[in-house]
Every structure is written in structure tokens, then in C-alpha cells.
């Protein structure tokens, strides 16, 4: 099956700092790839849409230049979150689609606590 | 993104018991997909239903699909533990929908 990697699985950074989390597909190539950002017992909320070698299409309310999003290849899209602060920790979900179904391969996600 | 309420938000049952949950909208969907998320993960997909009307089986799960596309359901026959978790249905209408959750929890 479609395997999609995330990485780093955890990540504890400073405010003020920023991080990077990438999104693999190991073994198909995905056109487009989501960033989904989870709040404790809550459903998955979406960031933005990111389509490869175009720029990425952000949800009502989320911050462009806060989640810089890149997709450069076929099978990695980042998800930069800028200037952190305590807020944005949250559980962070990437997922890519292959197939003309709009099936989506979810990555493990990655945990985000910001002091 | 429009919404797919999903039903009921929260279930908490005891190991072989049967449940269903359902997943409903306003809009018509070319495709529904059934996740199961457990926690620190990411959702694994279930199944998708493609054809108004459709039924598919897994296992102890069975997932329907309406007949205009409109809603799914997922019925679970004599629930277990390792069933618990937090069940998604998206759709693909115009844009792609996501469903509010519902979280399962099996108790021995």
C-alpha cells in the first residue's frame, strides 16, 4: 500500500523559532499532498493544499506567511511554521493522494509543542 | 471546506456490542472514504465508496453508501477494543469535506 512518512515525529522548539516538518511519499508520487493541523479530540481541520511546482492554496483563516508550505518534488511537500509561539503547538497531519478516487495516505504525524 | 456531520460525536460501548455511525451532508459526492485514527497517529483509510447505493464489507465492518451520494454509514458487528478510535468519513464534491469525527471507545 501507499506509505506516506512524516518527519520529525516530535519536535519541542522555543517561541520565536521556527520549524520544519516534511511529508514523504515512500513509494508513489503525489501530485498533491494537505497539511491538516489536530486539536486534542477534535477532527482533522485543513491548512492548506499543496500542489507540486505551484504554490499552495491556503484555508479561510490560516496564516500564509505563518505555514509556509513547499511542494518542490512529486514526493516531499514541507510545512514550515514561522516565528512559533505557544498556540500553534498542535498535532500536525500531512497526507498525499494517488489514484483518481481521492484516496488520501495519511502521514503518522508530527507533535509540535512550543514553549 | 462544507461539512460532513458525522453521528453520534462520542460512543462508548462494551466489547460485542453493535454500533453504527453514521456520516451526512448536503452535497452530492463523487467518492466518501471511511478513516479510523488512533491517537499520536495519522488516519488509515477503511474503505471508499465510489456508487450510490454501495455496500461494502470488511471484516466485521460494513460501510454503505446512499443511494444520491449524500450520506455513508459504517456499521460494526460485535465491537472490540482494538475498534476504538476516532472514525472520519471525507468526500470529494467540489471541494474535498471532511467530517466532524466520531470517537469510539470499546471497553472490555
Known amino acids: 500500500g501507499a506509505v506516506v512518512s512524516q518527519h520529525p515525529s516530535r519536535v519541542i522548539c522555543k517561541s520565536g523559532t521556527s520549524v520544519k516538518i516534511e511529508c514523504r511519499s515512500l513509494d508513489f508520487q503525489a501530485t498533491t499532498m494537505f497539511w491538516y493541523r489536530q486539536f486534542p479530540k477534535q477532527s482533522l481541520m485543513l491548512m492548506a493544499t499543496s500542489n507540486e511546482g505551484s504554490k499552495a492554496t491556503y484555508e479561510q483563516g490560516v496564516e500564509k506567511d505563518k505555514f509556509l508550505i513547499n511542494h518542490a518534488s512529486l514526493t516531499l511537500s514541507t510545512l514550515t511554521v514561522t516565528s512559533a509561539h505557544p498556540e500553534d503547538s498542535s498535532f500536525y497531519i500531512c497526507s498525499a493522494v494517488s489514484g483518481g478516487v481521492y484516496e488520501q495516505f495519511f502521514g503518522p504525524g508530527t507533535r509540535l509543542t512550543v514553549l | ?108
Not at chain 2, 471511511?34 to 499520536?40: F, K, L, S, V
Not at chain 2, 472490540?80 to 466532524?100: E, H, I, N, V
Not at chain 2, 466520531?102 to 472490555?108: D, I, P
Open chain 2, 1 to 108: 471546506t462544507q461539512l460532513l456531520e458525522q453521528s453520534p460525536q462520542f460512543l462508548s460501548i462494551q466489547e460485542g456490542e453493535n454500533l453504527t455511525v453514521y456520516c451526512n451532508s448536503s452535497s452530492v459526492f463523487s467518492s466518501l472514504q471511511w478513516y479510523r485514527q488512533e491517537p499520536g497517529e495519522g488516519p488509515v483509510l477503511l474503505v471508499t465508496v465510489v456508487t450510490g447505493g454501495e455496500v461494502k464489507k470488511l471484516k466485521r465492518l460494513t460501510f454503505q453508501f446512499g443511494d444520491a451520494r449524500k450520506d455513508s454509514s459504517l456499521h460494526i458487528t460485535a465491537a472490540q477494543p482494538g475498534d476504538t478510535g476516532l472514525y472520519l468519513c471525507t468526500g470529494t464534491a467540489s471541494k474535498l469535506t471532511f467530517g466532524t469525527g466520531t470517537r469510539l471507545q470499546v471497553t472490555l
